[in-house]
């Protein structure tokens, strides 16, 4: 095998599995449905969505997850700071419901985060969910309380993924402009 042929076979997508690609604006009718399925009328009163008001999220860092060519997930990455130190914070991550469970989710967390991690110019990846879910990922939990949101969050719930693994738990400040 040539190495253009193999190098061709490695970026087909495998039948029925979840692949990754950057969102485009045609993109956009189906995030927006996405999201009001996965998260509801709730979505724009979320503490999240009020950082995201406040800093822009950076759209060469929205990744849509695909099946067999039918688009079942998205997920959007903010750069902000805290403590003068840069990162991103990650979300919404939503998945279709036809789609659960096939691992789309989780491709989409790590691959948003791989690549806004490698331009070097944020140090973490912030997000509020769930341990069980992204812990096995790489989450760390922070200092509850250590880092201020817009609105309430349960400091449980806040985790960050960093190369540097004391930065979880030494981390602290107010999320601001990156």
């Given at each position: 095998?040539?190495?253009?042929?193999?190098?061709?076979a490695?970026?087909?997508?495998?039948?029925?599995?979840?692949?990754?690609?950057?969102?485009?604006?045609?993109?956009?009718?189906?995030?927006?449905?996405?999201?009001?399925?996965?998260?509801?009328?709730g979505?724009?009163?979320?503490?999240?969505?009020?950082?995201?008001?406040?800093?822009?999220?950076?759209?060469?860092?929205?990744?849509?997850?695909?099946?067999?060519?039918?688009?079942?997930?998205?997920?959007?990455?903010?750069p902000?700071?805290?403590?003068?130190?840069?990162?991103?914070?990650?979300?919404?991550?939503?998945?279709?419901?036809?789609?659960?469970?096939?691992?789309?989710?989780?491709?989409?967390?790590?691959?948003?985060?791989?690549?806004?991690?490698?331009?070097?110019?944020?140090?973490?990846?912030?997000?509020?969910?769930?341990?069980?879910?992204?812990?096995?990922?790489?989450?760390?939990?922070?200092?509850?309380?250590?880092?201020?949101?817009?609105?309430?969050?349960?400091?449980?719930?806040?985790?960050?993924?960093?190369?540097?693994?004391?930065?979880?738990?030494?981390?602290?400040?107010?999320?601001?402009?990156?």
């Amino acid at each position: 095998m040539t190495t253009l042929v193999a190098a061709e076979a490695a970026s087909t997508p495998l039948a029925g599995q979840p692949y990754v690609r950057p969102a485009t604006p045609a993109d956009d009718a189906f995030v927006e449905e996405l999201q009001a399925i996965a998260f509801g009328p709730g979505r724009f009163a979320r503490t999240a969505f009020r950082v995201r008001e406040r800093f822009p999220i950076d759209p060469s860092l929205s990744l849509i997850a695909e099946v067999d060519g039918t688009p079942c997930g998205s997920v959007w990455m903010t750069p902000i700071s805290v403590g003068r130190r840069k990162g991103y914070l990650l979300g919404p991550l939503a998945t279709h419901p036809n789609f659960r469970k096939r691992g789309a989710g989780k491709l989409l967390a790590r691959e948003v985060s791989q690549r806004a991690l490698a331009r070097g110019e944020g140090s973490f990846v912030l997000l509020v969910g769930d341990q069980d879910y992204y812990c096995p990922l790489g989450w760390d939990i922070t200092t509850p309380g250590n880092i201020q949101f817009p609105g309430p969050v349960d400091p449980t719930r806040v985790l960050l993924l960093s190369e540097d693994k004391s930065l979880a738990k030494s981390l602290k400040g107010t999320i601001a402009a990156f």
